[in-house]
């Protein structure tokens, strides 16, 4: 009886204040953004012009002085007390049990008519509650003590019928702009909020622990695969990922197919791309994507136009920004604790170890990247499947060997990504990143090289570069117009291959010539097409491998050196060379810029 009497002491000295945040949202023809609280499971839907008002504690709520509007009894309870509320306005409301930490142990959302309804509460351990009832501008809270023997589930349940669900009525404001509605959600201070915001068929995930009012911009970017699945994107530092498994049953071109290997002997005999759902259950598609072969990574051919397959560094970057941040579970800044962060709150199985992505330990990072990554289990070298709800494999492009490849990994039990290799033949789900890498096919050929920042146009948030054409224009082209000084086509550098040709094309008739060949280039639906600069050429030289079908000949370029002499490049050896512009001899490749 003194720890109750001490207890009802501290609770009526201590009020913890609460302010209302007002969180508004913008970004392109947006449509809605779905809200999650990653601590409570709390999800509301916010259209576009309206308002997230997030009614907030530090603690336990204020408690007000009584009023006739609101009344429990009995108090103390034994088994059940009546709530009787009388709310000033009609509006969404939401009534709260906490206890004396602040905890939220249920709440009730519904619609209040302003006169007097009735509430059942029962299911509440003993000891001293409060009772929080959040309005349209107002709040009344009411201690409550409960001397019964309930070990069951808090609950609050309606008595009288003048009630209606919040999904069917949303309360109004109206401010400078006109009329707008709040969306209303309880929430307690350092809860990290998951955002997805709409946009047509594109998503875009961030993550957030509110402290103020403020406004959220989205942008957005399409990410879609060869069966025409969007998917959303989550930008961490400067990457920009997918931020689901990728579930395609073709390549990126939207025809090609890859084969669904179903017998444990076929998958375990493949060396060529294949794919399946996790137990050959095609119910597993939507939660955790598809399950490939490393065959299938490696084809450049898996992510969406624009998007690539991870390299074994760029998950290294992801996760060293990551440690660098605070991102691990405790807040530490060395060593790998992190797959906290990146695991999704559901489908894990649970486990007691400290920090553990199975454990609902250190709430506020728990998925706080928005990743979400998911425990699809994979399948093995020998076709046997294992692991779903235990682990979330996931492949790099970077080989480590004959027959094994880097991947990355979390599980259940541990608080660290691991960093492995396995069998080319095993099965692993695929996370696409945003932009692309030399060698990817792209725009109508491959990537031959992504501008560094000291190139000129080169930006930090969009990526530029050179695209080579698949294959060569010519082996026997000549530079043309020999003993004609060609005004303007002396550019080096990346960036003037384009003016080069323009130029050459404007002062040399001659046709066949290699400027022409390029200048005249359609590939699909591109046409701008040009013969690189020395330094461009260069870049090809140096990427040679990657973007492939080059000769071990010699290559023009378009910077005039003299009025007989242009710069040309053996791609045998790198050496740049001085050649005459009537040889004929030399290949040719173009390339344009993306």
Known sequence: MKRLLFLLAIFCTFQANAQPYSISFSGTDLSTVKVENLTTGVVVDVPAGDVLLLSTTTGIPEVNKKSSRMKIYPNPMIDKSTLEILPPVAGDAIISVCDMTGKVLTQFKCYLENFMQEFSLSGIKNGLHVINVQGNGYQFSEKLLSNGKSNGTASIVKISNNIQAVAEKKSIIMDSKGIQANVDMVYT????????????????????????????????????????????????????????????????????????????????????????????????????????NWYTVITGNLCPTGWHVPRDTEWTTLENYLIANGYNYDGTVTDNKIAKSLASTTMWTSSTTLGAVGNTDFPAKRNATGFTALPGGYRANNGAFGYIGLTSPRWSATEYDASNAWYRDLGYHISNEVSGNYGKKGGFSMRCLNGVYIGDSYQGGKVAYILQPEDAGYDVNVQHGLIAAPDDQSFTATWGCAGTLISGADGTAIGTGNQN?????????????????????VLGVYDDWYLPSQDELNKLYINKVAIGGFQPAVYWSSTELEIDYAAAQYFNNGAQATSFKGNTTYCVRAVRAF
Do not use: H
């Open 189 to 292: 201070a350092g809860e990290r909020l998951k955002y997805t915001a709409v946009s047509g068929n594109n998503k875009t995930v961030m993550t957030d622990i509110p402290t103020a009012n403020k406004t959220v911009t989205f942008t957005f970017t399409e990410c879609k695969d060869g069966d025409n699945n969007y998917y959303p994107v989550v930008q961490i530092n400067t990457q920009l990922w997918m931020a689901e498994n990728l579930k395609t049953t073709k390549l990126k071109d939207g025809t090609t197919l890859i084969p669904n290997v179903i017998e444990d002997d076929s998958w375990g005999a493949l060396t060529t791309p294949g794919y399946c759902w996790y137990g050959n259950n095609l119910a597993n598609k939507d939660v955790y994507g598809a399950l490939y």
């Open 501 to 521: 040709t323009i130029d050459i094309m404007a002062g040399c008739s001659t046709a066949g010539i290699a400027a022409r060949l390029c200048g005249d280039l």
